[in-house]
């Protein structure tokens, strides 16, 4: 059987087309403006990496903060179960699982199942996200590879006040001024974001294995500082923001095209509608 | 005085508030905060109070909402310390950890 | 062109002093001064006898000691009233703790309070500062005391800087915002990340798309009015209500959140007759608030005076 799992988030679209169980092909791509036309594109691409057809493919199961602009996938599933499921699949030890990505941190305690026991997210504000660390990279004037790579050689730990990605940047900015080591501010950063993912992490609690997934697990600067943050190792997985579509991916080859988790998705939408 | 201290950001109200009317500067709360969040000193706000009362820690203003996360404020199956310890029922939290983090 | 608009947007409004020419401290009993150095401004007000004698308005610089001597100084060019003739001076704002000539600090939240009682009466109730880089919402009483407060500086949202972060992204100076978000046909919908940094993607979005700029202005303006209700709302506004600080210059924000909160602001005019005549700058709240604060203690035998001349 072969199935699709697309997910759909605020800055990469992430593609994976699989055949019973085995990966035939995957690919991403920046979302952009225009996010269902990104979906449509990748997803046709990475079709014909396969030398697929749309109509070869059985299920395709969308997910993503813009999972809804797949208008091609049977069903839709939310980040946290894909996260879950995907995760599972490749770390079938992992019982906390932390994805960061450019608008969106959170924590999720899985079974061995791969269900969501519980979940915590930090959104709607730059300051927990991969977005911040990509202000503060702009600020410093490096790429935000280089700046995860020097900050493992800081000796010096150096707190940041600013919490909001707009005052970080001057903050930053006031440090360079200040002739501040650009490693010790690149430490500084990625302390500063995995104090507050952690803390997200503690409302689900710290369970081993703890596997980070996302864009963010690729910066060895944020994982390291996570690492001492909880003290606790960490798993990063191959290929860590692919998890998402994966678990899309692994939900269509189960039949799953709808997945409710309980909980806290039923207290965020009475959150929005509180704040309405 | 009600004393709102911390924030609100995209996600949310995270305030701990204080009602320095009813404080009566005893110091308890800062003792059972786990996480040294609160003080007691000079009242900040009104420069003729003589009597002390207590706040918020300046620096753990901007970041409120992590530092209180542990006691699960508003939705935990206990008050947190600081509310249980607050005899005169000086302080409350903001809805954000309840409407983000709690359960039914 | 942006970054010169940008630069040019701190200037906006004159720095200077102003001497009340009918004052003379010589006869006055106590001469008490409040120095407000706040992150992209600074005020300096002289009272004597708790009246309003001398005030400056400046740019605040990298060093908090120097900003706070550059608009003292400025106060009290054209008096030839020095320093060392004050008898007590207070420090407030957020450089607060670095006023070299003050004895003492206290909060910006208890001096604008008390200023803008001064400034607009004591039918006051709700004062909501939007300041550079936070927003301070305060209730108080008929004398100027505060009653609930709420002061957020962790969140760009809502403040100058968020203000100025759209502009820089729009390519449009700060000041033409305003005038700007009203020349559209229908008010659009407003901008719906309250995030500074996930506004800037969607507005982004919005000029890809082709909205007209002057629409996105309305939305924007539109979403940081309903912003400031939302925190306004957390504590309470009531009539009179004042709007102080950069963003009250911004009649797209005013306007909206006026009609939003279905409450005017309050009309920007001395409260005592005999000081209709003065310039009146809702930026020297704080500072104003500081030196009366000063005059009370001095009065009250909370303090004592240090003056040397």
């Known amino acids: 059987m072969i199935v699709g799992g697309i997910d759909v988030g605020g800055k990469n679209v992430h593609v994976v087309i699989m055949k019973d169980g085995e990966m035939l092909a995957k690919g991403d791509s920046p979302t952009g403006i225009q996010k269902a036309e990104a979906a449509e594109r990748l997803y046709d691409e990475v079709l014909e990496q396969a030398s697929l057809k749309r109509a070869d493919v059985e299920r395709v199961v969308a997910t993503g903060s813009a999972s809804k602009r797949a208008a091609f996938a049977q069903g839709m599933i939310p980040d946290a179960a894909a996260d879950a499921r995907g995760v599972i699949r490749l770390i079938s030890s992992a019982r906390t699982i932390i994805d960061v990505g450019a608008e969106e941190g959170r924590a999720i305690k899985a079974s061995p199942e791969g269900k969501v026991l519980d979940f915590a997210i930090n959104e709607k504000c730059a300051a927990g996200t991969g977005t911040f660390v990509e202000a503060m990279a702009r600020a410093l004037e490096i790429s935000v590879e280089d700046m995860a790579r020097i900050s493992l050689e800081s000796t010096r730990s150096i707190p940041m006040n600013a919490q909001c990605a707009v005052f970080g940047e001057s903050e930053v900015v006031s440090l360079i001024h200040a002739k501040t080591e650009k490693r010790d501010i690149a430490r500084a950063v990625h302390d500063a974001i995995a104090g507050r993912i952690a803390s997200v992490a503690r409302i689900v609690g710290l369970e081993k294995d703890v596997v980070v997934i996302g864009g963010m697990a690729r910066n060895v600067g944020f994982v390291e500082s996570l690492r001492k943050e909880i003290g606790m190792d960490v798993v990063v997985p191959d290929d860590p923001d692919f998890v998402g579509a994966l678990g899309a991916a692994a939900a269509a080859t189960a039949g799953v095209l709808e997945e409710e988790v309980e909980a806290k998705v039923v207290e965020k939408e009475k959150y929005e509608e509180g704040k309405a | 005085m009600k004393a709102f201290f911390g924030f609100k950001d995209g996600s949310g109200d995270w305030f701990v508030i204080i009602d320095t009317d009813r404080c009566s500067g005893c110091g308890k709360c800062a003792e059972a905060c786990p996480s040294n969040v609160l003080q007691v000193g000079e009242d900040e706000y009104d420069p003729f109070n003589e009597e002390p009362v207590a706040s918020v820690r300046e620096e753990e203003r901007k970041k409120i909402r992590y530092s209180c996360a542990p006691c699960q404020p508003g939705y935990g199956e206990t008050p947190t310390p600081c509310i249980t310890a607050c005899e005169p029922g000086a302080i409350s939290h903001s809805e954000g950890w309840k409407l983000m983090y709690g359960r039914q | ?309």
């Not at chain 3, 040019?8 to 409040?34: F, L």
């Not at chain 3, 004042?242 to 210059?249: E, M, P, R, S």
């Open chain 3, 1 to 309: 062109m942006a970054e010169e608009a940008k630069k040019e947007e701190y200037w906006r409004w004159p720095e200077g002093g102003w001497v009340n020419p009918d004052g003379d401290w010589k006869k006055g009993k106590t001469i008490t001064a409040g120095v407000d150095v706040g992150s992209v401004s600074s005020q300096a007000v002289v009272a004597v006898d708790g009246e309003l004698y001398a005030f400056s308005n400046t740019r605040t610089g990298s060093d908090s000691p120097d900003s706070a001597w550059k608009c003292m100084n400025m106060a009290l060019e054209g008096s030839d009233l020095t320093v060392d003739n004050i008898d007590y001076c207070i420090g407030t704002g957020y450089g607060r703790v670095n006023v070299p000539m003050a004895q003492r600090t206290i909060t910006e939240i208890a001096c604008h309070a008390r200023g803008a009682n001064f400034m607009y009466g004591p039918e006051v109730r709700t004062v909501m500062d939007m300041g550079g880089q936070d927003c301070k919402a305060i209730n108080c009483d008929d004398r100027g005391k505060v009653l609930n407060f709420m002061m957020n500086d962790k969140c760009a949202a809502g403040t100058g800087r968020g203000m100025e972060v759209f502009a820089d992204l729009i390519r449009v100076p700060v000041w033409e915002i305003g005038p700007r978000s009203f020349q559209i046909e229908a008010e659009p919908e407003m901008i719906s990340s309250t995030c500074v940094v996930f506004a800037k993607t969607e507005v982004v979005g919005l000029l890809e798309e082709g909205v007209l700029e002057n629409d996105i202005m309305a939305a924007y303006c539109a979403a940081m009015a309903h912003r400031i209700m939302e925190l306004l709302n957390r504590l309470g506004v009531q009539e009179k209500f004042v709007i102080t600080g950069g963003i009250a210059k911004n009649e797209g924000v005013v306007k909206r959140l006026e009609e939003e909160l279905g409450i005017k602001t309050a009309e920007r005019v001395w409260y005592k007759p005999e000081y209709r005549s003065y310039p009146f700058d809702t930026q020297i709240a704080g500072g104003l608030g500081a030196a009366l604060f000063a005059e009370a203690m001095l009065s009250r035998g909370k303090v004592k005076s240090v003056r040397k001349a």
